[in-house]
């Protein structure tokens, strides 16, 4: 899914329209592309969420409760729910399973994108307990302890899955990434690494990129962070950052719009 060109949010200029890619049956077969990573099956991430605006593939999404998902706040900042479809139970894009309409989206009060990335966490609810009872769908826990640096973790998502090609996966791809501190991971963007963020690096050439933004970071099973920026092209040159879910404020804010 990351050289070092330029500092983007990785999810805001994802692809406009499907790849053009083979359809292959649910199942881990080794590609060699998050950029770079594996393709796996959606039975084995049933929390993952293709997210779309006004029909198009835009970022990734994870559900926590029946009726509530996560995503990054700058992939839905300033959009209405009406634009915004989730959809889950696939591990391909261009094979749509279960189609979920979004009621309401919650951006955290505190993310302003004019003056940081910081906070970059929203909450989208949809129609009670329309996550439940669907195929390969099902939530998965928040982080309840900190996660020390060192400590392996992963995160899928349909992001871009090749530096050339520049365009979403069409099938779900999975990277291993370890955790860094925020010493090192400030000093690579030159700005400081805030309580509410968190940093990985997978160190092997196989990153988190763009439109994987608003993924779960998981560690110890349990959804640590959402993706949230990054450098492009993507390579293991720098960090990948993520809006920390055990951060004080934004663990805050998901326990007001979901209730956990």
């Known amino acids: 899914m990351k050289q070092v060109i330029g500092l983007v949010l990785l999810g805001l200029f994802c692809c406009n329209a499907l790849p053009a890619e083979n359809t292959k049956p649910d199942g881990p077969s080794q ?9 796996v099956s959606i039975s084995n991430y049933r929390y993952s969420l293709s997210l779309w605006v006004d029909n198009r593939y835009s970022c990734g999404a994870s559900i926590i409760t029946g009726s509530h998902a996560l995503t990054a706040a700058h992939c ?4 209405a729910a009406s634009r915004v479809t989730l959809y889950g139970g696939s591990s391909f894009l261009n094979r749509q399973v279960v189609r979920i309409a979004v009621s309401k989206i919650a951006i955290h009060p505190n993310y302003n994108p004019s003056v940081s990335k910081n906070y970059d966490a929203a ?3 949809v129609a009670t307990n329309a996550f439940q009872g669907k195929p390969n769908m099902a939530p998965i826990e928040l982080q309840n302890t900190q996660v020390a640096a060192g400590t392996r973790c992963s995160v899928v998502g349909w992001g871009w899955y090749d530096n050339n090609i520049r365009q979403a ?3 779900l791809r999975f990277t291993d990434v370890q955790i860094v501190t925020e010493s090192s991971c400030s000093a690579t963007f030159q700005q400081t690494i805030m309580p509410d963020q968190i940093c990985s690096i997978n160190g092997s050439n196989i990153e988190v990129c763009k439109g994987d933004s608003g993924s779960a ?3 110890g099973g349990r959804v640590t962070g ?9 390579t293991s040159s720098a960090p990948a950052v993520y809006a920390k879910i055990m951060g004080p404020s934004v663990r805050s804010f998901i326990r007001s719009q979901a209730g956990i």
């Open 31 to 39: 590609s060699g592309r998050i950029i770079n990573g594996k393709e």
């Open 76 to 79: 839905v900042n300033n959009i």
């Open 123 to 125: 909450v989208i609810t």
């Open 169 to 171: 996966s069409n099938s």
């Open 217 to 219: 970071l998981v560690c």
């Open 226 to 234: 959402l993706v949230s920026f990054g450098r492009v092209p993507c």
